[in-house]
Structures are given as C-alpha cells and as structure tokens.
C-alpha cells in the first residue's frame, strides 16, 4: 500500500478558499493579511483560523457553497492525481480550509478522501465559528499517523505536498516531503522542492 497526502489551498487549488470568500463579503484584505503570516508560520494556526473565520460571520451560505463549487484547480492537479492512482497510491487530501472547498473538487480531481474543517451555518448564513479535523498546527500530522495504521502505510511509502507552515507536521511522517511553490518554512523541511505552478511535475519524483 502507498499513500500520497496533498494540501489543498495553493497546492491542488489556485489560491486560498478563505481568501475567495473574504473577496466576496468584502474583508480580504484583513484576511489575506492573517492568512500569509499563518503560512509563514508566524501566528499560531488555531487562532489564525478562527479570527479568519470569525469575519466571514453573516455571509450567505448558499454564496460560499457556489464559491466553494467553482474553486480555480492548480495546473496539472488532475493528472498528477490520475498519475498517482495509476502507480497504486492512495490520495487523501488534507486541509486546514473547508468541506465546503475539498468535497467539490473531490468529485472532479478523483481523490479518494477528504479531510478538512466545517463552516458552521445558522439560518442561512455562516455563523463565524469553525470546526473540524485540522484546526490546529499539528492536525495534519495527527491525522496522517491515524490514516497510516488504518491502511497499513508505512513512512517509507508516503508522500505529503503541501505549501505552508501547518504541513510541516505531515512531512514529520512521510517520506517523500514536497514543497510546492511553498514558503520558506516548509522548503527549509522538504527534500524535493517544485516551484512551477504545474502539479504534473510531481510524477517526476514518484
């Protein structure tokens, strides 16, 4: 068994699924604000997420899912993912953003699950709370060992790719460690690093 874990937001998406929503309900400027020093790894994850979160409070639901829905996928992410399942892996997707994000492109990317965090909803409009399986810096990390011993995947057969500072957990546990297109933080922890905006250049190294 082989297992490939991906990042979603700007590794198998273009870009930041909160960072849409904020454009829309005209706070993204104080959001992509919070969202790069997260990144970088310069403000705790959890509290990032949630003061992020915390300013979509009010925006129409059914606005976000339709955002949600039409998330601009990365170059070459369909492939890649295909190129993937051909040489027997298993893709799991695991993100610090949203169901709302990850469920829709699931269905048009091919992976086999995900993982992400719930934009909570109250009569018709998100409430500004948040929860879920990746709130915190060591989530992904946590949840990698879990899905690991399920499947019966050692460290020797894993891949992670990711972008920013909340992946370096899942590196902690995976053999093959790809930065892609990713902060100084995480390429600093990676052993194969891709800076072209084309996911297909990951099959290179598989």
Known sequence: MKLCVFDFDSTLMDGETIDFLAKEHGVEKEVCAITEAAMRGELDFFESLTTRVGLLKGMNARKAEEICAH?????????????LKAKGYTVIVFSGGFRMGTTPAKAILGFDADFANILHVRDGHLSGLVGGDMMF??????MLKRV?????VNEENTV???????????????????????KPILKSAANIVIDEKDMRNL????
């Open 148 to 152: 690991q011993n399920l499947l019966h």
């Open 71 to 83: 998330l601009p996928l990365m170059n070459g992410a369909r492939e890649a993912i295909a190129g």
């Open 160 to 182: 992670a790719v990711g972008d920013g500072a909340n992946d370096l957990s899942m590196f902690e546990h995976a053999h093959k460690k790809v930065a892609f297109c990713a």
């Open 137 to 142: 810096g060591f989530s992904k990390g946590d």
């Open 203 to 206: 099959l290179e190294f598989i």
